[in-house]
């Protein structure tokens, strides 16, 4: 028998609603598990995330949610968006999907996606892996400083900008993506380096290798500045240290029930130039 795990938002009345109505439909037909959060809002037994050891985990809630689930689990994890944009999730919450799902989950029909993690070290301290993205950026709004950058322990070079995001390909169509980052295929494997509101017009975003290690160090030393891991853990960099970050061991595993990673873009209008209907959005010919 096929075994399950339930984790909601708890402050989220939506996902709290549906994993009871998840629960009652599963009970008796699957070993179920229901993290504590989630069964201390609904008064049921439960167990924290990080010792469930399922086959499967149902995870409510938007992508925040998500992200939640994926820093605390190695579990396989199906996100059932009560969110707004829910990128990252698979399911809609309507009844008649969620019957689908469920369905598909019991029957074992349904492809698992490994996602690069990224590791990240603060002088001799790791700091939780990213799934989407580690930032490092000043203390105080609207205010520049510069970052110096090396690859592999080599300098690459100096950048002002308002702060550094390096991306994995899942983050890549978040907050990198906003300042102007390239979109990647989360079938492969890479760390986007995208400065956020560079002084200069030309600091291109950069796709490294994931087996290279990337360092990011503030210059200035009499000024603050704020590591920040996939927006859930954030902490100020101790003056003088740099931010090192490469591919973690650690993957994150995501439930599909079909590849359709470019039509979630279309989906979502961030292929704003892919087929609209049976036409190209272009211009007439002459």
């Known amino acids: 028998m096929i075994s399950v795990g339930v984790t909601a938002n708890p402050f989220n009345e939506k996902a709290l609603n549906l994993a009871r109505i998840i629960h009652d439909r599963l009970k008796d037909r699957v070993e179920l598990s229901v993290a504590r959060d989630t069964a201390s809002a609904l008064g049921l037994p439960g167990e924290p995330i990080e010792d469930m050891r399922v086959d499967v985990l149902l995870a409510l809630g938007g992508d925040g949610s998500l992200l939640y689930v994926l820093h605390r689990t190695e579990c396989p994890v199906l996100g059932i968006n009560t969110g707004t944009v829910g990128f990252l999730t698979e399911v809609d919450p309507d009844y008649d999907t969620l019957d689908g799902a469920l369905e598909r989950v019991v029957r074992g029909a349904y492809i698992c996606e490994d996602r690069m993690k990224l590791a990240t070290r603060v002088g001799d301290r790791n700091l939780p892996d990213a799934v989407n993205e580690v930032v490092i950026h000043t203390a105080q709004v609207a205010r520049m400083r510069t970052f110096e950058v090396a690859i592999d322990g080599k300098p690459l070079g100096r950048l002002r900008a308002d702060g550094v995001i390096l991306a994995t390909p899942t983050g890549s169509t978040s907050y990198s993506l906003s300042t102007g980052g390239p979109v990647v295929d989360p079938a492969i494997d890479a760390t986007v380096l995208t400065a956020i509101a560079p002084y200069s017009a030309f600091a ?83």
């Open 204 to 286: 291109r975003p950069l796709v490294v290798a994931p087996l290279r290690e990337i360092s990011v160090r503030p210059v200035e030393e009499d000024r603050e500045t704020v590591v920040v891991v996939d927006g859930h853990r954030e902490e100020r960099l101790p003056r003088g240290m740099d931010v090192k970050c490469y591919r973690s061991a650690r993957r994150a595993r995501l439930i599909r029930f079909s590849s359709h990673f470019f039509q979630r873009l279309q989906a979502k209008a961030l292929i704003p130039w892919a087929l609209t209907g049976n036409r190209a959005d272009l211009p007439p010919p002459t």
